[in-house]
């Protein structure tokens, strides 16, 4: 198990650099001039000197690989340059952002695998019949329907019609408060703070806007994990130990929980790099949507505006971010499944 | 027998119909939508009635109401479906024609070739799709073009892997090793021999895509990175809409149309190319038929 960590360790350097040289193909096709914002620390660099000398100071007219190391240094340092629409270095709007997005991840996480799972187990065992099909089709639906339609529309319902679940991070009276030297925020994520802080109020009302997100991104995801898992429970019930576990006289429950679940979760852990990947890019949509302040909203706002400082840069966390949860990933796979291990 | 299967079972049946009424909507659209005559040369460009900036509700001349800015709602949906088309159909065939060149060359030179060739593919697919195509969006600058770019760049490796399988697996079959001994020249080889034996499950696989990709590029219009404004376009309409949830102190739902319409353009899409793919991976699994 140690040398199995150790091996995806090893290979975690290759996988940056693959990310960053990624990024930087992508950045090649700024003009030298264009790329000065993402080196500089504050817009008063612009003011006293001319674009040219700017050029010439980071070196963004020497040849390739030594551009490429020097913005590699710059990275390791965590300059990643000054966004004009943020008004702020991007390393500081990254840092300021990150805590929202990782609360409503934290949120989402739970609901969406459980649900999935359990959704997936009841469309198996009642396999070509009502709830199957019933299932099945919900699955196809929720497939097809598009996060930022489905969000728009529990907008409309939930706060248009019913007024429960507003947009935002926190109502405005929330947020005067927790803006106050009274309230600390340990931790930038609302709900934990609250806490921390004694003020089930300022609990209540976090809670109440990550709702509607948080169905945004969950009712997706249960529809592609309902999938995976049925078709594996499916082919892991065909199997010869099944059988024999029923032969044994064992109840179908045990037979269900023990024999065939734990076997067809492998599958399900194999897509959860994926699922990875499609949250994150399902995070930029249910931000927007929702007008969550959190580090998605801040790419999107970004791109609107042509900042690709801004954007490089979140992607470059991004990038990261995703390395580091795949390795997670990866170390968990290796304890479900022993086979993983050996290989 | 695949088709016949398709043609029994009613979920496909459903996805087959709302695929062949998009089809029809997309190719009578200048009959169903009449373009005005003071943009005729292009037709793309959904008519604005009257001014200011609030969606008004369907009548009897807009069936669908106008939606922010006052754009026609139905006329956007019409020729939007066109859009689509254009883009599924842009980004699935290029996407495709890169893929199966790289994937079945690399397969077919095997090797270290191959191997560095599937690094670089991985690399490719470790990203999250919707950022990258973010990234790729902002750089090159706004527009539907550059969204078709983007989705092309990012689209082709799924379909290289694919092809490159089916390729190592035929690569072995004793027809090829007639040709080669025969003095085939390699590329005949793949052209006549190999790639015939391994396209189809790739092309089947595009062809499910095509949901998918036009989701994506709608979601690209609706973060205002795709078309620009005022071009037939789903996502955007539903962008429109973002302004407008709240509808009036006395009525909530007040403006309703401007998400309902384009947002069921959208899902019925989908579901239809959803519909028939799901049905596809049943009749082509046999595991499940046990």
Same mark, same amino acid.
Request: glycine share 8%; hydrophobic share 50%.
């Given at each position: 198990?140690?040398?199995?960590?150790?091996?995806?360790?090893?290979?975690?350097?290759?996988?940056?650099?693959?990310?960053?040289?990624?990024?930087?193909?992508?950045?090649?096709?700024?003009?030298?001039?264009?790329?000065?914002?993402?080196?500089?620390?504050?817009?008063?660099?612009?003011?006293?000197?001319?674009?040219?000398?700017?050029?010439?100071?980071?070196?963004?007219?020497?040849?390739?690989?030594?551009?490429?190391?020097?913005?590699?240094?710059?990275?390791?340092?965590?300059?990643?340059?000054?966004?004009?629409?943020?008004?702020?270095?991007?390393?500081?709007?990254?840092?300021?952002?990150?805590?929202?997005?990782?609360?409503?991840?934290?949120?989402?996480?739970?609901?969406?695998?459980?649900?999935?799972?359990?959704?997936?187990?009841?469309?198996?065992?009642?396999?070509?019949?009502?709830? /199957?099909?019933?299932?099945?089709?919900?699955?196809?639906?929720?497939?097809?329907?598009?996060?930022?339609?489905?969000?728009?529309?529990?907008?409309?319902?939930?706060?248009?019609?019913?007024?429960?679940?507003?947009?935002?991070?926190?109502?405005?009276?929330?947020?005067?408060?927790?803006?106050?030297?009274?309230?600390?925020?340990? #931790?930038?994520?609302?709900?934990?703070?609250?806490?921390?802080?004694?003020?089930?109020?300022?609990?209540?009302?976090?809670?109440?806007?990550?709702?509607?997100?948080?169905? #945004?991104?969950?009712?997706?995801?249960?529809?592609?994990?309902?999938?995976?898992?049925?078709?594996?429970?499916?082919?892991?019930?065909?199997?010869?130990?099944?059988?024999?576990?029923?032969?044994?006289?064992?109840?179908?429950?045990?037979?269900?929980?023990?024999?065939?679940?734990?076997?067809?979760?492998?599958?399900?852990?194999?897509?959860?790099?994926?699922?990875?990947?499609?949250?994150?890019?399902?995070?930029?949509?249910?931000?927007?949507?929702?007008?969550?302040?959190?580090?998605?909203?801040?790419?999107?706002?970004?791109?609107?505006?042509? /900042?690709?400082?801004?954007?490089?840069?979140?992607?470059?966390?991004?990038?990261?971010?995703?390395?580091?949860?795949?390795?997670?990933?990866?170390?968990?796979?290796?304890?479900?499944?022993?086979?993983?291990?050996?290989? | 027998?695949?088709?016949?299967?398709?043609?029994?079972?009613?979920?496909?049946?459903?996805?087959?119909?709302?695929?062949?009424?998009?089809?029809?909507?997309?190719?009578?659209?200048?009959?169903?939508?009449?373009?005005?005559?003071?943009?005729?040369?292009?037709?793309?460009?959904?008519?604005?009635?009257?001014?200011?900036?609030?969606?008004?509700?369907?009548?009897?001349?807009?069936?669908?109401?106008?939606?922010?800015?006052?754009?026609?709602?139905?006329?956007?949906?019409?020729?939007?479906?066109?859009?689509?088309?254009?883009?599924?159909?842009?980004?699935?065939?290029?996407?495709?024609?890169?893929?199966?060149?790289?994937?079945?060359?690399?397969?077919?030179?095997?090797?270290?070739?191959?191997?560095?060739?599937?690094?670089?593919?991985?690399?490719?697919?470790?990203?999250?799709?919707?950022?990258?195509?973010?990234?790729?969006?902002?750089?090159?600058?706004?527009?539907?073009?550059?969204?078709?770019?983007?989705?092309?760049?990012?689209?082709?490796?799924?379909?290289?892997?694919?092809?490159?399988?089916?390729?190592?697996?035929?690569?072995?079959?004793?027809?090829?090793?007639?040709?080669?001994?025969?003095?085939?020249?390699?590329?005949?080889?793949?052209?006549?021999?190999?790639?015939?034996?391994?396209?189809?499950?790739?092309?089947?696989?595009?062809?499910?895509?095509?949901?998918?990709?036009?989701?994506?590029?709608?979601?690209?219009?609706?973060?205002?990175?795709?078309?620009?404004?005022?071009?037939?376009?789903?996502?955007?309409?539903?962008?429109?809409?973002?302004?407008?949830?709240?509808?009036?102190?006395?009525?909530?739902?007040?403006?309703?149309?401007?998400?309902?319409?384009?947002?069921?353009?959208?899902?019925?899409?989908?579901?239809?190319?959803?519909?028939?793919?799901?049905?596809?991976?049943?009749?082509?699994?046999?595991?499940?038929?046990?």
């Amino acid at each position: 198990m140690i040398t199995y960590i150790a091996r995806r360790l090893l290979f975690l350097p290759v996988v940056l650099i693959g990310v960053t040289l990624m990024i930087f193909v992508a950045m090649s096709f700024l003009t030298p001039y264009q790329l000065v914002s993402t080196y500089i620390k504050s817009p008063e660099e612009l003011k006293n000197q001319s674009l040219d000398d700017l050029v010439r100071k980071y070196g963004l007219d020497q040849p390739v690989h030594v551009r490429y190391i020097n913005w590699m240094r710059n990275l390791l340092r965590g300059d990643l340059g000054y966004s004009a629409s943020a008004n702020m270095p991007v390393a500081e709007a990254i840092a300021r952002r990150f805590p929202a997005t990782v609360e409503l991840a934290l949120f989402a996480i739970v609901p969406v695998i459980l649900g999935g799972i359990w959704l997936g187990t009841i469309s198996a065992k009642h396999y070509n019949r009502p709830l /199957d099909h019933f299932s099945r089709v919900f699955a196809i639906v929720g497939w097809s329907l598009p996060d930022f339609v489905f969000g728009l529309i529990l907008l409309m319902v939930f706060y248009g019609v019913l007024g429960w679940f507003p947009p935002g991070r926190l109502s405005m009276w929330a947020d005067s408060i927790v803006l106050t030297g009274d309230f600390t925020r340990f #931790t930038g994520l609302n709900t934990l703070d609250a806490l921390l802080n004694g003020r089930p109020d300022i609990f209540w009302d976090s809670v109440r806007h990550l709702i509607a997100p948080v169905m #945004t991104l969950a009712y997706l995801w249960w529809a592609y994990l309902l999938r995976i898992t049925r078709s594996s429970m499916l082919e892991v019930m065909n199997k010869d130990y099944v059988r024999t576990a029923r032969a044994k006289g064992l109840t179908e429950r045990v037979v269900m929980n023990r024999h065939v679940r734990r076997n067809a979760l492998i599958p399900v852990a194999t897509v959860s790099g994926s699922m990875v990947l499609g949250l994150l890019g399902g995070v930029v949509i249910v931000e927007t949507v929702f007008d969550y302040k959190g580090i998605g909203l801040l790419t999107a706002t970004g791109a609107q505006q042509l /900042d690709y400082t801004l954007v490089l840069g979140t992607t470059l966390f991004y990038g990261l971010l995703l390395v580091l949860i795949n390795l997670v990933v990866d170390v968990l796979y290796a304890v479900i499944d022993p086979r993983v291990r050996l290989e | 027998m695949v088709v016949k299967k398709l043609l029994r079972n009613p979920l496909s049946m459903i996805g087959l119909l709302l695929l062949l009424g998009f089809i029809l909507v997309a190719v009578f659209a200048p009959w169903i939508a009449p373009t005005p005559e003071v943009h005729a040369n292009d037709p793309y460009r959904v008519p604005r009635y009257g001014w200011g900036n609030t969606p008004e509700p369907p009548s009897s001349e807009h069936p669908m109401g106008l939606t922010q800015g006052k754009y026609d709602i139905f006329y956007g949906i019409v020729w939007g479906t066109r859009t689509a088309f254009q883009v599924g159909l842009i980004v699935t065939g290029l996407s495709c024609l890169i893929g199966i060149v790289i994937g079945s060359t690399s397969a077919y030179i095997g090797g270290k070739f191959d191997e560095v060739v599937m690094r670089f593919v991985d690399v490719f697919m470790s990203f999250p799709f919707l950022i990258a195509a973010i990234v790729i969006t902002t750089i090159l600058g706004r527009g539907l073009d550059k969204v078709i770019i983007a989705l092309v760049i990012f689209r082709w490796t799924g379909y290289a892997r694919l092809i490159r399988g089916n390729v190592l697996q035929v690569k072995q079959e004793e027809y090829v090793m007639a040709a080669r001994a025969g003095g085939v020249v390699h590329r005949k080889i793949l052209i006549r021999h190999i790639l015939p034996n391994t396209i189809f499950p790739v092309l089947i696989q595009a062809s499910m895509n095509m949901g998918s990709i036009v989701v994506t590029a709608s979601t690209l219009s609706f973060l205002g990175l795709g078309a620009p404004e005022g071009h037939a376009d789903w996502g955007q309409m539903i962008s429109f809409a973002r302004n407008w949830i709240l509808g009036t102190p006395d009525n909530p739902m007040a403006y309703w149309y401007t998400v309902v319409w384009p947002g069921l353009a959208i899902v019925l899409f989908v579901l239809s190319w959803n519909l028939i793919g799901d049905a596809f991976r049943d009749i082509m699994d046999p595991r499940i038929q046990g």
